[in-house]
């Protein structure tokens, strides 16, 4: 259901820009949020922006990096500044879905994001 693109290899200090595509069925009604992992970790949350626009950040993003969403393109954005080698993980897209009683939770396949010098 949601298609990520943007990741990439950067050197330090360099930005990026994650794009998440939502149906606009499950955008509209659904908060939607980043995580990231790295092999032999747990995920961990990274940005969330709500369906009413209220931005939530984890530790590791704030100060750093922005999330924002599109209504018109049923999108939303990470934009992360100041990449440093440990924000190098697989980035998902998550969005959470509640609606007449039910919770419905779609995760993206997972883009690579690779900060090296």
């Known amino acids: 259901h949601l298609v990520e693109s943007g990741g990439g290899t950067v050197q330090p200090g360099d930005f990026l820009r994650l794009s998440c595509v939502a149906p606009?069925?499950?955008?509209?009604?659904?908060?939607m949020g980043w995580y990231r992992q790295v092999p032999g970790k747990s995920r961990e949350f990274v940005a969330r922006?709500?369906?009413?626009?209220?931005?939530e950040y984890g530790d590791c993003a704030r100060g750093r990096f922005a999330v924002w969403r599109d209504y018109d393109t049923s999108t939303a954005f990470l934009q992360m500044n100041n990449l440093q080698p440990n924000d190098t993980a697989t980035y998902y897209c998550?969005?959470?879905?509640?609606?007449?009683?039910?919770?419905?939770?779609?995760w993206g396949q997972g883009i690579q994001v690779t900060v090296s010098s």
């Open positions: 998550n969005a959470y879905k509640v609606y007449d009683g039910r919770v419905s939770d779609y």
């Open positions: 606009e069925s499950v955008f509209r009604l659904a908060h």
């Open positions: 922006i709500s369906k009413d626009d209220i931005a």
